[in-house]
């Protein structure tokens, strides 16, 4: 297919799909169709009726996709609503992202508010900020430093890391517009199953893994383990059980 050279959307307008070089736009643009670019910029409000394949995205405004989203590096410190997939190498959330489906990339950092309706899978996961997953969320690493209530339905992982973050400039800037984050900084979530495992103010049915340490503020249903437990005076668990 020919490569149509650069887009670039000042005021209000819009494009067809194709292949470009760079697409950037800063007011107001639809791209009509599936876009495949080097680079695509939304500095401005965007919107595309179909799937967006990029080597570099960065939305510091607001872009709506209809389709997927295959990319390289995909940075986000604006807002991101998508109806598809999101596939890329490096995904970087300092703004606010809606989801309809999975998530996936070999690392995720997330600093601002996400909410995916699918699954979310890294190599490597990194939260700082508050989410809201619908289906599993499963890397090898994962760090969760709480802001906010954050839900998921099952975590899996080798190392697994959640502790209560004292900063609390994310809820000032966010609070505004991230109903789900709302409350006080916990995890909640149905099974977390891990090799290396260390919780702070998870509430969870059944927390699996070889090593178990819970931190401040837990309350496990029930704990099963195979090689060590410990926990603080001010968690609970109903069931331990060593298997």
Request: aromatic letters at 6%; one cysteine or more; charged letters at 30%.
């Amino acid at each position: 297919m020919q490569n149509n050279g650069d887009v670039k959307i000042l005021g209000s307008g819009e494009c067809g799909g194709g292949i470009y070089n760079e697409v950037k736009i800063c007011g107001s643009g639809d791209i009509k169709g599936d876009i495949q670019c080097n680079e695509l910029k939304i500095l401005g409000a965007g919107d595309v009726s179909g799937n967006v394949k990029a080597k570099e995205i960065k939305i510091s405004g607001a872009l709506d996709i209809d389709g997927n989203i295959e990319g390289e590096n995909v940075s986000v410190s604006g807002a991101l609503d998508i109806k598809g997939d999101i596939n890329c190498n490096y995904f970087k959330i300092a703004g606010a992202i809606d989801v309809d489906g999975n998530t996936k990339a070999e690392k995720i950092e997330l600093k601002g508010a996400a909410e995916i309706s699918g699954n979310c899978e890294a190599e490597t996961f990194t939260s700082s900020g508050v989410f809201e997953i619908g289906g599993m969320l499963n890397a090898g690493d994962i760090i969760i430093k709480l802001k906010g209530k954050n839900t998921v339905e099952e975590i899996g992982g080798e190392k697994i890391e959640v502790i209560r973050n004292s900063d609390t400039t994310f809820g000032k800037i966010f609070k505004f517009s991230i109903a789900f984050g709302s409350g006080p900084s916990k995890l909640e979530c149905q099974t977390i199953e891990g090799d290396d495992i260390y919780l702070e103010y998870t509430k969870a049915e059944t927390v699996r893994g070889k090593k178990i340490v819970l931190g401040e503020g837990c309350h496990i249903e029930n704990i099963e383990y195979s090689e060590s437990f410990n926990m603080s005076k001010d968690s609970k668990a109903e069931s331990i059980k060593q298997i």
